[in-house]
């Protein structure tokens, strides 16, 4: 099969126009109608509205990494892109940062406005400009922050890839991937348009399957129910394509004796707000959650395993939805830990004979600080739990974050810098690789097919349901 | 866009094996698209049975079906359904249906 390969730079030219923006304009969808969703308007200023944006809503900690930038380079070495494409220029981070870069010091730092030739500063001058800045935002960074971290003078180069996503955003010029499941977000809260029949059917077919396993006609995968200790949220494809987790989760808070619900709405965790930049989509998803615990009066919001929906539903959610959360959001994998912890369940880790590695995930240890609760769930529930090496915090993306996965036109290279997980998955020999994160299993899966790696894509939940024994 | 080369037949697809034009499927692009995508050297009739049902939703609904109608259609228990296409409901199952990519996290 021939795939398309990235020339000698690595940004890929991705065209601006799409047609799901067509058929929502035809359409009229509300979103659309109602000013929520963005489509892209031809001959429209969009150059100059995108100035305008940026004049607006620059905040100082994006001047700071607007400024602060010394061109040391080492964010290059960083980067799983530059890493694969070393003689390519374009895939350093700070070559994509530049990009916005310059158009803040021509039109908001004096040096620009008085040497722009100097500070190589530039503004984009047309839609062709701004869809050039389209394909480097969202086509070459998983927005994994990798080189935040690693970055002396403390730039946090995602932070504006996000914002200049959020600007282009703003007039409708991002890929059709983020336009699609935005738009699906805002029209039906949740991220694959699942119908809230649908819903109901597939958790009652899975408390059923639940019932047969544990031949116990006690269980229960409720809905709606108030007062309960636990809200569960989960990410849509969960429901629509791979409800093998939520019948795990059902099977061990049964097990635990965990007084638990799933709201009727407000249950998808996960959050196209923080791919696409737009902080009102963010705002309107993470607060249907919210807002579903505060009506149910759930003691804590538990999100299923998910990299982004962790990341935005217990951090970024509240300073977007301006929420002041009372109620703790925690992920499922932490209550795995506290039931282990307090022996609310048993597990047998003989079940889980076959090697193990732990990707972390960008938005899980990086962006959200949980690093050592997967490890400690791990060691009690396989016998050969080994570190991939780096891991933690300098872990490499799976190459997929970022919404990468739902842009299929920046695959070619996003497998191709794919070099280096794939080098790293192989260096641990083990069997299986363990993540807590639905789209890192995807991102993985890809990886490990493409480079032909004999390695399968677990998740925690699977392992604690599987090492998990009967109630004494 | 990419194409699968097969044969004598050429099918247009986009970077990650779904039919650019899903108008274009036929059985025999099935096939192709099971073996180049799937690794299925041939279709058996379970796996036929999964690909017309969503093929049936499709064109009625103009969206892929959810896994749990995938199952009540055919008969198949969850896990049956994975045996059958590796890559899954979403990136096996429908791609040899010629749905294009569903949207989302998958």
Known sequence: MRRRKPGPSGIVAAPLETKSQDNARRDNIASVAQG??????TGAPNAR???????????????????ACVHCGMCAESCHYFLARPDDP?????????????????????????????VKASAPENDEDLNRLKNVVFGACSACRRCTLNC???VDTALLVRFTRGLLTELGIVPEGVFNVSRDQWETGNQMAVSEADYLETLEWMRDEVRAELADPTVEIPVDRPDCDVLYTINPREIKFDPRSIAHAAKIFHVAGEKWTLPKWGWDQTNFGLFSGDDRLGAFVAGNVYEAAARLRAGRIVISECGHGYRSTRWEGYDWASRDQTAPTESVVVTLGRYLAEGRIRVDASRNPVPVTFHDSCNIARSGDLVE???????????????MTPNGRENFCCTGGGGLLSMAEYRPLRLEVARIKA????ATGAGQVCTMCHNCVDGLADVIRHYKIDMKVVQVLDLVSRAL???? | MPFIEHDDSKIEVNEEGFLAHPEEWTEDVARILAKVEEGLDELTPEHWVVVNYIRDYYREKGLAPMVRKMCQASGFALMRIYDLFPSGPAKGACKVAGLPKPDGCV
């Open chain 1, 36 to 41: 929520r969703l963005k489509t892209y308007e």
């Open chain 1, 49 to 67: 509205r995108f100035l305008d944006l940026l004049s607006r809503r620059i905040t100082r900690s994006l001047a700071v990494s607007l400024t």
């Open chain 1, 90 to 118: 374009t895939m350093t981070p700070v070559y994509k940062a530049d990009q916005i870069r310059r158009v803040f010091k021509r039109h908001l730092d004096w040096t620009g406005r008085v040497v722009p030739w100097w």
């Open chain 1, 152 to 154: 002396p003078m403390g």
């Open chain 1, 373 to 387: 609760e997967p490890r400690r769930v791990l060691r009690q529930v396989c016998l050969d739990f080994r570190e």
């Open chain 1, 423 to 426: 080098d790293q998955l192989r």
């Open chain 1, 469 to 472: 024994m009967a109630p004494r």
